[in-house]
């Protein structure tokens, strides 16, 4: 916590919304006209747990103001409204937002629980999103469950995790995260296992012998180096010269 990534994630929202304007602009020219030509709500998508809710809300008011979020959850009296609407009033009530919010040149960006997507994974995988974020993503990190299907059926060409648990030693794990912002970059889960997971794991043994530990260390070295342009990586030592917080003190007390 505290190292800035909800609010890089608010702003790069905000760049993806200005980029994807000015591309259309440059297409069409700034006055376009004719239904054809109308450029399309641009819509985002957070997933986060229920805890976080109201402040992703916050700091997406004040990272990206030209974007208007909403939050799909019990706790927004507007989500209540619609929730007693069935699945097809749901779906046409979101539209209508997205419609009504062209006015926000940053788009609009849906906020919701991991829980909630769930629930509706019928009308959100039907959205065509600009950019999905899953907050807290090692929820996704066992492969086989529903929402880690659901999840990487969304329709988006841009795909980010948020994480502040670090990668564990599970290379298993590590293939189910990078197949949701990386689809098919690692093959499938078997050939992934025979070509990276099982070298390095064999390599790892206390009994492996010299050519295996090698090959481990090869095949370690390449999957590094296949990861590193799309893993961002920041420490606490890295913001602490901006942050100025003074220093941790820990007290450890016996009951």
Same mark, same amino acid.
């Given at each position: 916590? &505290? ?133 807290? &993503? ?108 003074? &220093? ?8």
């Amino acid at each position: 916590m &505290g190292l800035g990534k909800t609010a890089q994630l608010c702003v790069h929202f905000g760049a993806i919304a200005q980029t994807t304007i000015k591309r259309h602009q440059q297409r069409y020219g700034s006055n376009s006209r004719g239904r054809e030509h109308v450029m399309p709500p641009m819509k985002f998508l957070v997933v986060c747990p229920a805890t976080v809710l109201q402040h992703w809300n916050r700091e997406m008011n004040a990272w990206n103001p030209l974007a208007r979020s909403i939050i799909m959850h019990s706790i927004s009296p507007t989500f209540n409204e619609i929730l007693s609407l069935g699945e097809n009033g749901i779906r046409i009530a979101l539209e209508d937002i997205f419609e009504q919010e062209m006015s926000y040149t940053g788009g609009t960006v849906v906020i919701t629980t991991y829980d909630t997507f769930r629930t509706f994974r019928e009308i959100l995988l039907g959205v065509d999103w600009n950019a999905v974020c899953l907050d807290e &993503g090692q929820k996704i990190r066992n492969p086989d469950t529903l929402i880690t299907n659901t999840v990487k059926m969304l329709q988006t060409s841009h795909r980010i995790i948020l994480s502040g648990t670090p990668i564990q030693n599970s290379l298993r794990e590590l293939w189910s995260l990078f197949d949701f912002t990386c689809t098919g970059m690692l093959g499938s889960l078997q050939a992934f296992e025979l070509e990276f997971a099982n070298p390095i794991r064999q390599g790892g043994f206390a009994n492996a012998t010299r050519l295996q530990s090698e090959v481990a260390i090869r095949t370690a070295a390449t999957l590094q180096r296949m990861l590193k342009p799309y893993l961002l990586r920041r420490r606490k030592d890295d913001v602490s010269i901006l942050l100025q917080l003074p &220093g941790k003190t820990e007290q450890v007390l016996f009951c």
